[in-house]
C-alpha cells in the first residue's frame, strides 16, 4: 500500500501535469521555432548574445507563468529525506580526492600529452583536479531538496532550472560535438589498449586482478615512477598513458559507485588515449542526471557514486550568492577559476532558505558565463 505521502506527491502531481497540458495546447501557436534567437538584456537593449530556443513569442504567458509560480514547489524530497548521513566527514565515499599518486602521474602525462589533451578539449578537465576539490555539502543538501528526478529539474517557484549541454561546454570545457559515447564506441585495440591487455594481465594475476583495481595498486602497476634525484623523465609504460586516463575517468568525472578503477570506461580511455575526440558534454550530463536520481530515490542519501561535484560547480555558477567571489579568466573554463576560490561557509538552512524564496531572477542572472572573445 502506497504511503499518505506518496499518494497527496502523485494527486498533486496529476493535478499539476493536467493543467500544464491544457496551457501548452492553448499556446503552441506562439512557439517560435527557431533555434537560436538573439537575447536582450532585462530593460530590451540589445545584445551580441544568444540562446538556444525554440521561444515563445511575447515571453511566457501569464497564465503559465501564474500555474509554475503556484505549483513547482515540491517538498516531497525534504519531507522522505535523512540528512544524517550529510555530516559525516565524507558524506560521498566517492568524492574525487588527490592522492600523492595522482600528485605523481598527472605532471609525467602531461610533459608527454599535454598538447594532444588540449587538441581532444579535455585538458582543463584534467587540471581541473590538481588540487582538493571541496564539497560545499550545505550547498548540495539544500539544493537537492528542490531536484526533481522526474524531469530532472530544479523546480523553484519561478520555474525550472537545470544543467544543460553548454552549461557543460562553459563550465569544463567539454564540447557537445565528436563522436557520440554509447554501447557501439569500439576504439581499436591497437598497441597501447588497456581493453586488449588486461585479459593477459587479469589471467597472470589470476586471483589478484580484481585488487589491482584498487586506486593505490592500479598505480603501482601502471604507473612509472620518474627519478626524484636528477629530475628525468622515464619513458612511457606499455598501456601507462591509457591506464592513466581510465583512472582519471573513473576516481574523479564518473566517481564509481565502486570506489575503484572500473572497466566500464575501457572503451572511452582507449579512445581517448589513441586521440579521438569524444562528446564528453552529453555523456557527463547523462551522468549528473543519474547521480541525482539516486540520491534522490534514496532518501537523500549521498553514499552514491557519480559526478556530484560537477553539479555542485552549476549551482555555484547560477547562484553566485552561495559562493565567494571568484577571478574569471577567459583563458579557461569557469569551473577551474571556482576550484581556486575559498570557500562561503553557509549553513544548511541559510542556503534552503535561500532556494524556497527564489520568486523570481533576472534575465541577466541566466547568463553567468563571460562572453566568448572574439
Same mark, same amino acid.
Given at each position: 500500500? =502506497?504511503?499518505?505521502?506518496?499518494?497527496?506527491?502523485?494527486? /498533486?502531481?496529476?493535478?499539476?501535469?493536467?493543467?500544464?497540458?491544457?496551457?501548452?495546447?492553448?499556446?503552441?501557436?506562439?512557439?517560435?521555432?527557431?533555434?537560436?534567437? @538573439?537575447?536582450?538584456? #532585462?530593460?530590451?537593449?540589445?545584445?551580441?548574445?544568444?540562446?538556444?530556443?525554440?521561444?515563445? #513569442?511575447?515571453?511566457?504567458?501569464?497564465?503559465?507563468?501564474?500555474?509554475?509560480?503556484?505549483?513547482? +514547489?515540491?517538498?516531497?524530497? %525534504?519531507?522522505?529525506?535523512?540528512?544524517?548521513?550529510?555530516? +559525516?566527514? /565524507?558524506?560521498?565515499?566517492?568524492?574525487?580526492? +588527490?592522492?600523492?599518486?595522482?600528485?605523481?602521474?598527472?605532471?609525467?602525462?602531461?610533459?608527454?600529452?599535454?598538447?594532444?589533451?588540449?587538441?581532444?578539449?579535455?585538458?582543463?578537465?584534467?587540471?581541473?583536479?590538481?588540487?582538493?576539490?571541496?564539497? #560545499?555539502?550545505?550547498?548540495?543538501?539544500?539544493?537537492?531538496?528542490?531536484?526533481?528526478?522526474?524531469?530532472?529539474?530544479?523546480?523553484?517557484?519561478?520555474?525550472?532550472?537545470?544543467?544543460?549541454?553548454?552549461?557543460?561546454?562553459?563550465?569544463?570545457?567539454?564540447?557537445?560535438?565528436?563522436?557520440? +559515447?554509447?554501447? =557501439?564506441?569500439?576504439?581499436?585495440?591497437?598497441?597501447?589498449?588497456?581493453?586488449?591487455?588486461?585479459?593477459?594481465?587479469?589471467?597472470?594475476?589470476?586471483?589478484?586482478?580484481?585488487?589491482?583495481?584498487?586506486?593505490?595498486?592500479?598505480?603501482?602497476?601502471?604507473?612509472?615512477?620518474?627519478?626524484?634525484?636528477?629530475?628525468?623523465?622515464? @619513458?612511457?609504460?606499455?598501456?601507462?598513458?591509457?591506464?592513466?586516463?581510465?583512472?582519471?575517468?573513473?576516481?574523479?568525472?564518473?566517481?564509481?559507485?565502486?570506489?575503484?578503477?572500473?572497466?566500464?570506461?575501457?572503451?572511452?580511455?582507449?579512445?581517448?588515449?589513441?586521440?579521438?575526440?569524444?562528446?564528453?558534454?552529453?555523456?557527463?550530463?547523462?551522468?549528473?542526471?543519474?547521480?541525482?536520481?539516486?540520491?534522490?530515490?534514496?532518501?537523500?542519501?549521498?553514499?552514491?557514486?557519480?559526478?556530484?561535484?560537477?553539479?555542485?560547480?552549476?549551482?555555484?555558477?547560477?547562484?553566485?550568492?552561495?559562493?565567494?567571489?571568484?577571478?574569471?579568466? #577567459?583563458?579557461? @573554463?569557469?569551473?577551474?577559476?571556482?576550484?581556486?576560490?575559498? /570557500?562561503?561557509?553557509?549553513?544548511?538552512?541559510?542556503? %534552503?532558505?535561500?532556494?524556497?524564496?527564489?520568486?523570481?531572477?533576472?534575465?541577466?542572472?541566466?547568463?553567468?558565463?563571460?562572453?566568448?572573445?572574439?
Amino acid at each position: 500500500m =502506497a504511503s499518505s505521502t506518496s499518494t497527496s506527491v502523485e494527486v /498533486r502531481s496529476q493535478t499539476f501535469h493536467t493543467e500544464f497540458e491544457a496551457i501548452c495546447r492553448g499556446i503552441q501557436g506562439s512557439i517560435l521555432p527557431n533555434i537560436i534567437a @538573439p537575447w536582450s538584456d #532585462d530593460d530590451g537593449t540589445a545584445t551580441d548574445s544568444c540562446v538556444l530556443g525554440p521561444s515563445i #513569442d511575447g515571453g511566457m504567458p501569464e497564465r503559465l507563468v501564474a500555474h509554475l509560480k503556484n505549483n513547482l +514547489v515540491d517538498l516531497s524530497a %525534504y519531507d522522505g529525506g535523512d540528512f544524517q548521513d550529510w555530516n +559525516v566527514v /565524507r558524506p560521498q565515499q566517492q568524492w574525487p580526492t +588527490v592522492t600523492p599518486d595522482w600528485e605523481k602521474w598527472l605532471p609525467r602525462m602531461e610533459h608527454f600529452f599535454g598538447q594532444q589533451w588540449k587538441d581532444q578539449g579535455i585538458y582543463h578537465l584534467i587540471k581541473l583536479f590538481d588540487r582538493p576539490l571541496v564539497m #560545499d555539502r550545505s550547498l548540495l543538501a539544500a539544493a537537492l531538496c528542490f531536484w526533481s528526478s522526474a524531469t530532472n529539474t530544479m523546480n523553484f517557484r519561478f520555474g525550472m532550472m537545470t544543467p544543460t549541454m553548454l552549461d557543460m561546454a562553459a563550465l569544463f570545457g567539454l564540447s557537445p560535438l565528436g563522436v557520440e +559515447v554509447n554501447a =557501439a564506441l569500439i576504439a581499436p585495440e591497437v598497441e597501447g589498449s588497456f581493453k586488449a591487455t588486461w585479459p593477459t594481465l587479469a589471467r597472470v594475476a589470476g586471483s589478484k586482478a580484481k585488487n589491482m583495481l584498487n586506486y593505490s595498486s592500479f598505480y603501482s602497476n601502471f604507473g612509472v615512477e620518474d627519478s626524484a634525484e636528477d629530475d628525468a623523465i622515464n @619513458p612511457l609504460g606499455e598501456v601507462e598513458h591509457a591506464a592513466f586516463l581510465l583512472y582519471w575517468l573513473c576516481k574523479f568525472v564518473f566517481c564509481t559507485q565502486a570506489n575503484k578503477v572500473t572497466l566500464e570506461f575501457t572503451h572511452l580511455d582507449d579512445y581517448l588515449a589513441q586521440g579521438g575526440r569524444l562528446a564528453l558534454g552529453p555523456f557527463l550530463l547523462g551522468h549528473i542526471y543519474r547521480t541525482l536520481h539516486d540520491i534522490i530515490t534514496d532518501g537523500m542519501k549521498p553514499k552514491h557514486g557519480g559526478p556530484l561535484w560537477a553539479f555542485q560547480f552549476w549551482l555555484q555558477a547560477y547562484f553566485p550568492e552561495l559562493r565567494a567571489a571568484v577571478n574569471i579568466s #577567459d583563458t579557461e @573554463p569557469l569551473a577551474n577559476a571556482f576550484a581556486r576560490a575559498p /570557500r562561503k561557509h553557509n549553513t544548511s538552512a541559510l542556503c %534552503y532558505k535561500f532556494f524556497y524564496g527564489l520568486a523570481q531572477r533576472t534575465g541577466t542572472q541566466f547568463r553567468p558565463f563571460p562572453p566568448v572573445p572574439n
